[in-house]
């Protein structure tokens, strides 16, 4: 794990040295500050040396502006390395994120992904710049003070001593406790996110189900879960701070009843009385550094893993060695292809499918929910790859081709397919960047989009809500169509892509396609009859097998399936569960 995020920290090298080099720098300037000012009690105020004042006064002014100095530089440098590791980090991820296949993004939530970008990288981030500040100066500043104040005095750095391994007893306990509360802490915030996540990204649903009191209380179970959580961590935390002042104090008091003993029998000077209280500060102080440092890191250690996760996913769909990049045509053949989405299901999806389609080919695609008729389609351009098997286009093994490549000429309109945040036109350029108007225009006359779009007062150029919530079903539906006929396909897949739209213009795009792109093979997936009468076959799907192949007249004579689709559908009633 530290392999794989050291890797992202490289290019920040300097600034993860030099970040601790002037946090030395700082610590040291601090600790001969104190050294200074019992010189100037001792030798100037207790002998009236106004010169020795002035010029150690000059110095420790020196010291401590440089010393300033440091600590500026090492913040600088820190918040360089640690923000450029976030960076780093976080655009790896996106960039694996966008390599990932279906099945890649079936296993993980988009909350989780979500989480994972932003509040895990930012620990990480904070936790780096603990790591490069706090980690050298805290320890250092606790040997350099502890080291001056039993050259001072070895009676009264005894008391220091048992100090610290007093609290660091202490603290270890509290942290230990705290880590426990902290590592479900982030289990809770998945959940948090999710719950925002999905009642957000489907307010509308929400709305129209009139959930929202059941959303609110499963928000608020969410919230009140991570508030319980935090309270108990943080306030556990918060006992660090009374710790901290009973030992500084006790100290203090140690010190000074010994410190005054020693000085009336002449043992120790007032001077280093002074510095020795000094020192008890800065090892006190850096103690307590230290047990926040430790918080932070194991804190994070929860992030790193599962940032590690996402950055070392592999996509299983990548390109072939020697990627062919022309298909020959829109022949499709499946060569008893059998597919499920988890390797160690149970059933198949779709089992043995054999099935030969010929470019040019118009084919209709129905049975019931749930059958395989996506999937089955999936599998054409590669959106998922066949467990046993292969798929054949244009006469070779879909594997065999660059990916751009078979997308760009297999275009699927997905059954649940989305418009992005832009101008109808942007949406259009989405299936080919450099088309010119004139195909874009072409392409929505083809999906009959072209009639609404000019009703629209800003036309081709109106704007597109995020998820398209500004046009209709029936609307997304015609132009994410038009979206993918701009790509100029060999092989055209519509899984339910007309299912909003009424009849009429459903028959009216069906017949441009026959008209205008004979050559394109046409895979056309739909509950309707009517959406797939006409075709040149139509295939039935039944429980992940091919039940009935061959031409509407054929399959009426012989495909018990699909003749009863057929009764309830033109007697009117029912539809295709629940036949009439
Ligand atoms: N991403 C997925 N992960 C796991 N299982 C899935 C996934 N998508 C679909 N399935 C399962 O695969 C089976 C076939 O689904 P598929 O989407 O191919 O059906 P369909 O015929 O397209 O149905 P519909 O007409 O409702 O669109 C179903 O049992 C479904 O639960
Ligand atoms: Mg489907």
């Given amino acids: ?61 020196l010291t401590a502006g440089f010393s300033l100095f440091a600590g500026i530089m090492g ?67 606790l040997i350099c003070a502890m080291a001056m104040a039993f050259f001072i005095n070895v009676r009264i750095a005894s008391i220091y001593l048992l100090a610290v ?24 915030y998945d959940g948090l996110n999710a719950s925002i996540q999905e009642n957000v990204s489907a307010i509308r649903v929400v709305k129209a189900y009139v959930r929202e009191k059941h959303e609110k209380s499963k928000f608020t179970e969410a919230s009140g879960n991570l508030y319980r959580m935090f309270v108990k961590a943080e306030s556990l935390i918060a006992l660090n701070s009374p710790l901290m002042q009973f030992t500084v104090y006790s100290c203090i008091l140690g010190i000074s009843w010994l410190g005054a003993k020693m000085i009336v029998s002449s043992q120790l000077t007032t001077g280093n009385l002074s510095s020795l209280l000094a020192y008890c500060m800065n090892i006190l102080m850096s103690l307590m550094m230290l047990s926040f440092v430790f918080v932070m ?94 798929v054949l286009v244009g006469g070779r093994d879909v594997r065999e081709y660059d990916l751009d490549t078979l997308r760009n000429q297999v275009a699927a309109v997905l059954q649940n397919n989305v418009l992005f945040s832009g101008t109808i036109l942007d949406n259009l350029r989405w299936g080919d960047r450099e088309a010119t108007m ?83 093979t046409k895979l056309i997936i739909a509950q309707r009859i009517t959406s797939v009468q006409n075709a040149d076959r139509i295939i039935v799907m039944d429980e992940g097998q091919i039940n009935g192949f061959g031409t509407h007249e054929e399959l009426l004579k ?13 007697e009117g009633s029912g539809d295709f569960d629940q036949p009439a």
């Fill in 438 to 520: 004139e195909e874009c225009i072409y392409a929505c006359q083809l999906a009959c989009a072209d009639e609404f779009i000019d009703k629209l007062p800003k036309g081709y150029e109106t704007y597109i809500e995020q998820g398209g919530t500004n046009v209709s079903g029936g609307q997304k539906q015609r132009l994410c169509i038009a979206r993918a006929l701009l790509k100029k396909p060999k092989i055209l897949i519509l899984d339910d892509s007309t299912s909003a739209v009424d009849t009429a213009t459903d028959g009216k795009i069906r017949r441009a396609f026959d008209q205008k792109i004979p050559g394109t």
């Fill in 297 to 390: 890191l194991t804190m994070s250690v929860a992030s790193a893993r599962r940032i590690v996760e996402v950055l070392e996913e592999q996509a299983d769909i990548t390109n072939p060695q020697d990627p062919v990049y022309e298909i020959k045509n829109g022949d499709i053949c499946f060569d008893h292809v059998s597919f499920s989405y988890k390797q160690d299901a149970r059933e198949m999806v779709l089992k043995d499918i054999n099935l030969t389609i010929r470019s040019g080919e118009t084919i209709g695609i129905i049975g019931g929910t749930g059958t395989g008729k996506s999937s089955l389609v999936n599998l054409i351009s590669r959106l998922y790859d066949v467990s046993e098997g292969r």
């Fill in 558 to 570: 012989s495909n018990e399936i699909y003749r009863d689709v057929y009764d309830s559908q033109t």
């Fill in 1 to 61: 794990m530290l392999k794989t995020l050291a890797g992202y920290i490289k290019e920040f090298k300097t600034a993860s040295i030099l970040t601790p080099v002037f946090m030395l720098l700082e610590v040291v300037m601090e600790t001969v500050i104190p050294l200074m000012m019992a010189s100037i009690i001792d030798r100037g105020v207790e002998v009236g040396d106004i010169r020795h004042i002035y010029q150690m006064g000059g110095l420790m002014v």
């Fill in 75 to 141: 913040g600088k440098y820190g918040a360089r390395a640690s923000t450029g590791f976030a960076r780093n980090l976080r655009k790896a991820m996106y960039e694996n994120i966008q390599t990932f296949s279906f099945s890649n993004i079936d296993k993980y939530s988009t909350a989780g992904l979500i989480t994972r970008l932003t509040t895990d990288v930012t620990n990480i981030q904070n936790a780096y710049q603990m790591l490069l500040r706090m980690c050298t100066r805290a320890p250092a500043s």
């Fill in 165 to 188: 391994i007093v609290l660091a007893i202490c603290l270890g306990l509290l942290v230990t406790r705290t880590m426990k509360y902290f590592d479900q802490v982030f289990k809770k």
